[in-house]
């Protein structure tokens, strides 16, 4: 963990209708809390109401699942729907450096379990942006959302954020690939910035962060769906029950 990251740890809440789980900790103990509350001033009211604050509430139970497996040590590398793999290549300039380093099968195991952990930093940074999205968010169709396929609300999601994603994971990823680096058998590839691009190794890292994120937000909306009452709160719950019933 970056010296920015215990900062943010130590700040006060930014979320007015959530609790602010952006750091590790908070995560881990949210995964076993149960629901999202809705804190006075929140509420909405009517139908339409009532099934945009349920999708809210959809999304911020799922991203917190999700988000509480994958920040813990070597979350990435043990979800196989999010793990990393190692680059399925090089440029002609760093191909020579890559293939001779990249066959030695003690840097493939550090390189993956360091990009792997990198990828759990960067999802741990993206956080604050994933949950003040959630809060925002509205639904140009609530209802076909409620009604639709498993991973419905995670794709709305994801077409809202976009590319914002891999602009706040960014600096976490090269922070981490940098640290696991130092002074290990990763210090050759990592360093030899003339041979290797760095930049695209993490911004390659960034991207597949945040696919195995969504993915596994997505994960968590599908088992909820399949089994509303798993959500823990009771507007979840009914809504999903009712768009069930309805067709």
Request: net charge neutral.
């Amino acid at each position: 963990m970056t010296p920015g990251s215990i900062t943010r740890s130590a700040r006060p809440s930014r979320y007015s209708c959530m609790p602010d789980p952006s750091r590790r900790s908070l995560l881990l103990g949210a995964a076993s809390a149960g629901a999202l509350l809705v804190l006075p001033g929140c509420a909405t009211t009517g139908l339409e109401g009532s099934t945009t604050e349920g999708l809210r509430r959809l999304l911020g139970i799922s991203t917190e699942r999700a988000l509480a497996r994958l920040v813990t040590a070597n979350g990435y590398l043990n979800d196989p729907g999010a793990r990393i793999a190692l680059p399925g290549g090089a440029s002609d300039r760093s191909a020579a450096v890559l293939g001779a380093l990249l066959r030695s099968a003690p840097v493939q195991r550090e390189l993956t379990l360091a990009i792997n952990r990198a990828a759990g930093e960067a999802a741990d940074r993206a956080a604050p942006l994933v949950y003040d999205a959630i809060r925002s968010l509205t639904f140009s169709d609530a209802l076909g959302i409620v009604r639709g396929g498993p991973t419905a609300a995670t794709s709305y999601l994801e077409q809202s954020i976009g590319d914002r994603i891999i602009d706040a994971m960014l600096p976490e990823v090269g922070d981490a690939l940098h640290q696991f680096g130092g002074g290990s058998v990763l210090g050759p590839v990592l360093g030899a910035a003339t041979g290797i691009d760095v930049v695209g190794l993490q911004r390659l890292v960034a991207h597949q962060a945040a696919h195995g994120l969504w993915r596994a937000i997505g994960r968590e909306e599908a088992a909820i769906r399949a089994a509303p009452a798993r959500a823990g709160d009771p507007l979840v719950e009914a809504i999903l029950t009712s768009a069930r019933e309805l067709g």
